[in-house]
């Protein structure tokens, strides 16, 4: 099975901060991406990569970076944290070379800036 | 532009009885389809998924999907909804390329 780690459930930060998630997946995924999930908006893309060092926005890229500079990690950066960057973030991987292929997630970083 | 609707943000069904999650979207080539499901405080979870075949695609938990290219539309069903059922479920597509489009989601509560 896929397994998708995200290093924390529960983060809580200062506005001002800088933040880092991190997720790790064990398949060896080309690619990787990083949503935010807020209530009544559903799942929306932050970031994604299709490989080490490749990176692409999503939809909603303001605020944030993202590093991928080894396969299995792919963390997510906010640079100054703004209390509307609260919300779950969730990471999920994914294998390339085949549209067929579902993304697998991980448990997901509940993240409050106070 | 690709988009997903899910009707109705919230589903209430008594135990046992039929549940029905609706999913619509928008595409203009062949779709991927996928049904998660996300249990409190969890990641989302893979359901199902349809890609090319069968129309009627069948998942884990008792839960399957029917593809009807006519009506765009890809809904969930199981036919005797359980407690464990309980939980927010998000149908999402993929074209081409990497991106997958969800659903705002639905959450679905099973009275007892």
């Given at each position: 099975?896929?397994?998708?780690?995200?290093?924390?459930r529960?983060?809580?930060?200062r506005?001002?901060?800088?933040?880092?998630?991190?997720c790790?997946?064990?398949?060896?995924?080309?690619?990787?991406?990083?949503?935010?999930?807020?209530?009544?908006?559903?799942?929306?893309?932050?970031?994604?990569?299709?490989?080490?060092k490749?990176?692409?926005?999503?939809?909603?890229?303001?605020?944030?970076?993202?590093?991928?500079?080894?396969?299995?990690?792919?963390?997510?950066?906010?640079?100054?944290?703004?209390?509307?960057?609260?919300?779950?973030?969730?990471?999920?991987?994914?294998?390339?070379?085949?549209?067929?292929?579902?993304?697998?997630?991980?448990?997901?970083?509940?993240?409050?800036i106070? | 532009?690709q988009?997903?609707?899910?009707?109705?943000?919230?589903?209430?069904?008594?135990?046992?009885?039929?549940?029905?999650?609706r999913?619509?979207?928008?595409?203009s080539v062949?779709?991927y389809?996928?049904?998660?499901v996300?249990?409190?405080n969890?990641?989302l979870?893979?359901?199902?998924?349809?890609?090319?075949?069968?129309t009627?695609?069948?998942?884990?938990?008792?839960?399957?999907?029917?593809?009807?290219?006519?009506e765009?539309?890809?809904?969930?069903?199981?036919?005797?909804?359980?407690?464990?059922?309980?939980?927010?479920?998000?149908?999402?597509?993929?074209?081409?390329?990497?991106?997958?489009?969800?659903?705002?989601?639905?959450?679905?509560?099973?009275?007892p």
């Amino acid at each position: 099975d896929v397994k998708v780690t995200q290093s924390s459930r529960y983060l809580v930060k200062r506005t001002g901060e800088k933040v880092f998630l991190e997720c790790v997946q064990d398949m060896d995924h080309e690619n990787m991406f990083w949503y935010r999930q807020d209530p009544g908006l559903g799942l929306r893309l932050i970031y994604f990569s299709y490989d080490v060092k490749m990176k692409e926005k999503g939809d909603i890229p303001e605020g944030y970076s993202v590093s991928r500079e080894k396969k299995e990690r792919f963390s997510l950066i906010l640079e100054s944290a703004s209390t509307n960057q609260t919300s779950m973030y969730l990471c999920a991987s994914r294998e390339a070379g085949g549209v067929k292929q579902p993304q697998h997630f991980g448990d997901g970083t509940r993240l409050s800036i106070l | 532009a690709q988009s997903v609707t899910q009707l109705g943000s919230h589903v209430s069904v008594s135990e046992g009885a039929l549940v029905l999650l609706r999913c619509n979207y928008s595409s203009s080539v062949p779709p991927y389809l996928f049904w998660y499901v996300q249990y409190p405080n969890q990641g989302l979870q893979l359901l199902l998924k349809y890609t090319t075949g069968a129309t009627l695609v069948k998942g884990i938990n008792g839960f399957e999907a029917e593809f009807k290219k006519s009506e765009t539309s890809f809904h969930l069903t199981k036919p005797s909804a359980h407690m464990s059922d309980a939980a927010e479920y998000f149908c999402a597509v993929r074209e081409t390329g990497n991106q997958f489009y969800f659903g705002t989601g639905t959450s679905l509560t099973v009275i007892p």
